[in-house]
C-alpha cells in the first residue's frame, strides 16, 4: 500500500500493483480487476413521503462505460448526486474508487469529474475566464499549466475563440452552456467520469463530439458513468447498462450480454432458405425461420461453423448477422415489468 493521504480528517489508500506488475489499463472490451469505479450497496433515498431510490445495489466496473437508464422520475439524477455526495442516502452505502462517500469526498473528488444537471458558471464572465477559475481550483493541476488545459479543454469540446470562448456566458446557448460544462470536466486526468444527460440541447454534430469524447476517456482508462434517455446513443457508446424504473434497477450488465438476453443466434439471409434448414438440421445445429431469415441457434455453435455448413452445402449466403434485441425493445420491456 501506497502512504495513506489525510484529507479534512478522512484517511485515503490507493493500493499499488504487486512488485514488477505492470499498472492495468482500461480500453475498448476490457474489465479491469480489481474493486469496481463505483459501489452501492441498499442505496435508498426519501424525500418526505416520496421513494426516490429504494434498496438500490449496484457496481459500475472499472473501465467501464455505463448507461443509467430510466424513464422520467426513475431516480436517475439522485443516483448521480447521492454517488458524488451531493445529497446524503437515507440508507445504505456509496463507494467511488475504493472510498466511502461523502466522508472520503476530499481525496476522491480530485479524480472525478461530473457534469450534474445545468452547468452553473458566473453569468458576467466569459467562458474561458470561468474555465480558468475552475481550473484554479483543481487539486491535481499546476498553476502553470491551468492555461493550456482551458485552452485544450475549449478546443476539445469546440468552443475555440470563433465560437464562443470569450463570450459572456449570459449569452451563450443551451448548448454551449453544455459545451463548457463538459469542458470543466476535461481540465484535469479523471479516473470516473460522471455525465447526466451530457448531450441534452446539443446539435447532431454536437452529439457526434460527445460520443467520440466519451469513447477517447474510455481508451484512455477513464471508467465513464452516464445518464441518458437516448438509447441509440447508449447503445452506441457504452459497455454496460443499468435500467432504474421507480427508484429501482430492474436490470444490469454488459450491454452485448441483455441484448441477447433471448439467447445468441445467428440471421441468414439467403434464397433457399428451405436448403439452408435442411443442411443445419444435417449438422445438427437448431434453426428455423423467422420474418424471411433463417436464424440459426449459437448456443452450442459458433457462427463460422454455421456459415462453412451452408456454404459446403452450396447454400448462397447474402448476409449473416448476430441476432440482438434491439435497446429500445428491451427497455421498454424492462421499464414495463418493473412498473
Avoid at 62 to 76: E, F, I, T, W
Avoid at 189 to 215: M, Q, Y
Amino acid at each position: 500500500m501506497s502512504p495513506a493521504r489525510r484529507s479534512g480528517g478522512t484517511i485515503c489508500t490507493r493500493p499499488e500493483p504487486p512488485d514488477n506488475q505492470p499498472t492495468p489499463t482500461a480500453g475498448p472490451g476490457w474489465r479491469l480487476p480489481g474493486p469496481p469505479a463505483a459501489r452501492v450497496r441498499g442505496l435508498r433515498k426519501v424525500y418526505r413521503r416520496t421513494v426516490a431510490l429504494d434498496s438500490v445495489d449496484l457496481d459500475v466496473p472499472a473501465g467501464a462505460v455505463l448507461g443509467l437508464l430510466g424513464p422520467n422520475g426513475s431516480g436517475k439524477t439522485t443516483m448521480l448526486r447521492l454517488l458524488l455526495g451531493l445529497a446524503r442516502p437515507s440508507g445504505g452505502t456509496v463507494e467511488l474508487l475504493g472510498q466511502p462517500m461523502p466522508r472520503s469526498a476530499g481525496c476522491v473528488l480530485p479524480h472525478v469529474g461530473a457534469l450534474v444537471e445545468e452547468p452553473g458558471f458566473l453569468p458576467h464572465l466569459s467562458g474561458r475566464d470561468n474555465l480558468a477559475r475552475c481550473a484554479a481550483a483543481e487539486p491535481l493541476l499546476a498553476t502553470a499549466a491551468i492555461p493550456n488545459a482551458v485552452d485544450t479543454a475549449l478546443r476539445r469540446v469546440g468552443l475555440a475563440r470563433a465560437t464562443g470562448a470569450d463570450r459572456p456566458y449570459r449569452t451563450y446557448s443551451l448548448g454551449m452552456k453544455q459545451r463548457l460544462g463538459l469542458a470543466a470536466v476535461l481540465l484535469a486526468p479523471r479516473k470516473l467520469v460522471v455525465l447526466d444527460e451530457p448531450t441534452n440541447g446539443l446539435d447532431p454534430a454536437g452529439t457526434r463530439e460527445v460520443r467520440r469524447l466519451i469513447a477517447e476517456l474510455h481508451a484512455a482508462g477513464a471508467t465513464v458513468l452516464l445518464s441518458s434517455h437516448l438509447l441509440s446513443e447508449v447503445e452506441e457508446t457504452c459497455t454496460h447498462v443499468a435500467v432504474l424504473t421507480t427508484g429501482s434497477v430492474v436490470a444490469t450488465g454488459e450491454l452485448a450480454e441483455l441484448l441477447e438476453a433471448d439467447g445468441p443466434a445467428l440471421q441468414i439471409h439467403t434464397s433457399q432458405p428451405n436448403a439452408a434448414l435442411a443442411a443445419l438440421r444435417a449438422a445438427r445445429i437448431p434453426g428455423y425461420t423467422e420474418r424471411g431469415l433463417v436464424v440459426a441457434d449459437l448456443s452450442d455453435t459458433p457462427p463460422e461453423l454455421v456459415l462453412s455448413t451452408l456454404v459446403h452445402a452450396g447454400v448462397p449466403v447474402a448476409e449473416a448477422r448476430r441476432r440482438r434485441t434491439g435497446l429500445e425493445e428491451l427497455f421498454v420491456q424492462l421499464t414495463e415489468d418493473g412498473a
